[in-house]
Structure formats: structure tokens, C-alpha cells
């Protein structure tokens, strides 16, 4: 056998492996889910209030965009059919393309809560029926019992905050007296969740993460989902920025997922960006980190490019949209990152191969219209795509895990405990019902 056919030979055998790839645009809701009145969030709508907003020039900076939201590629994936069906009608300052090359529906969330791991986990086929313990909007906020043991064991002078706060208000209120001082700065949210934020020169990152483990534990016993490292830099209150070395310490899944049903069935799982946080490992075979949307692009198209030794899931969250913009209100910078992500989705399409499927989805809402800094409960996007891929209404979907159904049915694996595929009868050879 020539050299030439025995490339061939492994270029064909590399496409005939299946490949799946989950693109979370972490926080992107399409529209209020029936049940949004129960968390506050009644009317939210965080893909439509932004296209309204740049189309009335809420959405203009100097600097930065202007104009109607201009995310053309993602259109032609359906994510304005999506919406209007989500919503009920066409978004103010959209235009809808006349065809779309994409499967397209909109999902409800059937877990308990609004939260990061919540969505993720669900979307891979395990939702949330019970509830995380969340801190009262107190001051204090926490149980005298753990802050006590925070500071004895990670040998702490105090610490500060100790409520509810948006992360970048509390660094600029705190950062300076947590330097001056050596407390680090403890917050929460509305979500299940202990945040430590500390500076990375004055108070050391490694020191930080290792007290975030310390509160980890303090935790487990309480259910609360998630501790989270907030290291920053800077000089003062003007200068202080949160940098790129953010952990997430998340409780384990409590079930099985389609992560750990793909491992276990011979493939593996590429987590890129915060993926390995948020499931804590679990069925995750490799690990690449990046910080910004964009590297985060750039992570997934060179794991798109490899040649699958085996079956293979890529899941990466972008997580700027949430942290940079939704929980800041940032109409024109959220607008501004959703034109930059639609101008690289051709090179993604670019690389897909026969056997491929991509979808692009979210994790929750996060309405940069509504009051506060919380995530809002709403609607998901389930926009399918690649070589094959039927394009066309998928209709409402009753949960998230109904993703991670049709990707396990793709891979042709077990069926997942929940979820009802968005393709049923799935032919093994394409995507064609």
C-alpha cells in the first residue's frame, strides 16, 4: 500500500468517527420560560432586549459598535427563529433570513434553579429537581459557624463583605481595605454560591485558591453548588480587574451524564474553558484553559481540526457573555461580544466534517434590561448544525436535557435517563429523519 492510501485510508477512518461539539454562549436566553414569575423574572428576554436596545442606540459606544445588532451567521443557524418562537414574535431591529441551514428550538429549563451548573448539567441530560441552599440577602449573609472556621483555617485576620454583592461593585467598595488589611473580600449571590475574591500580588493566588478549597469543604455539608476564586490585580478601587485565573470549585453531578456515558462507551470528552469547573472532572478526558471569548474560539477550532482517535465531544462555555456583560447590564458590550462570536462562526463551519454535528445553546438568561446583577430564568437556544444536519423547526423542547439526548443518540449510545431527542430515529449514516 502506497503512502498516499494509507493516508487516505486514515483520513477517511478520522471521518467516520462522530464528533459533537456544544457551544454554550453562557447566559444567552431567548425569552421568559412560564414559570419566570416564580424568580422575579417575568418579561425577560436577554437576545431580544439587546436587539431592541441597539435598534433604539442603546446599544452604541463610541469606540466599540453601533447600529442594529448584526449577527447574520447565527440568523442563518435559526437563532432569530428560535426566538420568535420562544417569544411569540420577531424581535425589534432583527430581520430574519427567508431560510436557515440549521435545526433550531428553544428549550425550558425543568431544573429547580437559574444556575450555572444547573444548566450545564442538564443540558447534558441530568437536571436539578432538588434545590441548592442559597444565603439569605442578609448582613451577615453567612452562618456565623462558617465564616468562623474560614478564617481559622485559612488563618485570616477577618474577612470582609460577608452579603449579597455584584462582583466588580464590591471589588471597587473593597479591594483597597482587603490590601490594606489581608481579609479577603466573601460574597454571594441569588445563586448557590461562595465567592472569594482576593488580590493575586498582595494576597497570593495560590493562597486564594487554597482557601477557596478550605471553603469548599466548609460547604459540602450545607448543598451549596459552588465556591469560586476571584483573583484580581491592580493598584487601586480605578485600576482593579478581575484576571483570567478564576476557579470554580462545583460539587460533583449527582448522576450520570452524557459525559460520563460517552467515556464509558470508548469515547472522550474535551471540556474547554470552564466545562472541567462546573462538572468537577466527571467524565471529562481532557482539559484545555483559555481566558476571553475569542481564545476560547480559538481553543475549540484547533480541537476541531485534530483527528478523533475515538468518538469525541467538545463542550466549551463562553464565558464572557455572562461575567463581562449580563451580570454587569452591559447592553453595548454584550451586543458588541455576540457580533464578534457571529463573525467566526464560518470558520467553524469551515471544519466540520461528514459525521459532525455542532449546536449552539445557553445556560440560563442573564438580561442586561432587567434591575439588578442575577441571572434571569428563561428560554434556551438549541441551534443544530453541520454536515447533513436537517434544518428546520425543532419546536418548543421541555427541557435542556433533550441536547444531550440527541447527542447520545448521535454517538449511538445508551439512552440517557432524560430527554427526548430533538431528531428521533436518527439515522446512524446522517442527520436526515
Same mark, same amino acid.
Request: net charge negative; glycine share 12%.
Given at each position: ?43 425577560? %428576554? ?42 411569540? #414574535? ?46 439569605? %440577602? ?26 449579597? @454583592? ?126 476571553? #471569548?475569542?481564545?476560547?474560539?480559538? @481553543?475549540?477550532?484547533? @480541537? ?128 436526515? #429523519?
Amino acid at each position: 500500500m502506497s503512502e498516499t492510501q494509507l493516508a487516505g485510508n486514515e483520513s477517511n477512518a478520522a471521518e467516520s468517527i462522530p464528533r459533537a461539539f456544544i457551544l454554550v454562549m453562557d447566559s444567552l436566553g431567548i425569552g421568559a420560560t412560564a414559570d419566570a414569575d416564580h424568580f422575579g423574572d417575568a418579561g425577560a %428576554n436577554t437576545l431580544g432586549h439587546i436587539a431592541m436596545g441597539c435598534s433604539r442606540g442603546q446599544g452604541d459606544r463610541e469606540g466599540l459598535r453601533r447600529g442594529p445588532l448584526s449577527i447574520p451567521n447565527m440568523l442563518r443557524l435559526g437563532l432569530g427563529h428560535a426566538l420568535k418562537e420562544s417569544s411569540g #414574535n420577531i424581535a425589534e431591529g432583527l430581520e430574519l433570513p427567508s431560510s436557515v441551514v440549521g435545526g433550531y428550538g428553544y428549550c425550558a429549563e425543568i431544573s429547580a434553579g437559574k444556575d450555572t451548573p444547573s444548566g450545564h448539567w442538564e443540558i447534558a441530560g441530568l437536571p436539578v429537581t432538588f434545590d441548592w441552599t442559597c444565603f439569605p %440577602n442578609t448582613v451577615p449573609a453567612f452562618p456565623v459557624s462558617l465564616t468562623d472556621e474560614l478564617i481559622r483555617r485559612g488563618r485570616l485576620p477577618g474577612i470582609l463583605g460577608n452579603c449579597h @454583592a455584584s462582583g466588580t461593585t464590591i471589588l471597587r467598595e473593597l479591594g483597597e481595605e482587603h490590601v490594606r488589611s489581608g481579609m479577603p473580600i466573601v460574597y454571594t449571590s441569588a445563586d448557590s454560591v461562595l465567592q472569594i475574591a482576593a488580590h493575586e500580588v498582595h494576597f497570593g493566588l495560590d493562597r486564594l485558591l487554597a482557601l477557596c478549597k478550605a471553603a469548599r469543604a466548609l460547604v459540602d455539608p450545607l448543598n451549596v453548588g459552588r465556591v469560586i476564586a476571584r483573583p484580581f490585580v491592580g493598584d487601586s478601587a480605578d485600576t482593579f480587574v478581575r484576571t483570567g485565573n478564576r476557579r470554580d470549585y462545583t460539587t460533583p453531578p449527582h448522576g450520570a451524564t452524557l459525559l460520563d456515558c460517552l467515556q464509558e462507551n470508548g469515547g472522550e470528552v474535551v471540556a474547554v474553558g470552564k466545562i472541567n469547573d462546573i462538572f468537577a472532572g466527571r467524565g471529562i478526558g481532557r482539559c484545555i484553559k483559555a481566558h476571553g #471569548n475569542m481564545a476560547l474560539f480559538d @481553543a475549540t477550532l484547533d @480541537a476541531a481540526r485534530e483527528r478523533p482517535q475515538k468518538p469525541t465531544l467538545v463542550f466549551t462555555n463562553f464565558v464572557d457573555f455572562d461575567t463581562l456583560y449580563g451580570h454587569r447590564r452591559d447592553l453595548p458590550g454584550y451586543a458588541a461580544a455576540l457580533e464578534e462570536m457571529d463573525r467566526r462562526i464560518p470558520e467553524l463551519l469551515a471544519i466540520l466534517r461528514p459525521g459532525d454535528i455542532a449546536v449552539i445553546t445557553a445556560d440560563h438568561g442573564c438580561d442586561t434590561t432587567m434591575p439588578g446583577s442575577d441571572h434571569t430564568r428563561e428560554h434556551i437556544p438549541a441551534l443544530f448544525f453541520g454536515p447533513g444536519v436537517t434544518a428546520g423547526s425543532l419546536g418548543r423542547r421541555h427541557s435542556f436535557a433533550d441536547i444531550g439526548q440527541t447527542l447520545a443518540e448521535h454517538f449511538q449510545l445508551p439512552a440517557l435517563d432524560n430527554g427526548n431527542s430533538c431528531y428521533p430515529q436518527l439515522n446512524p449514516d446522517g442527520w436526515e #429523519n
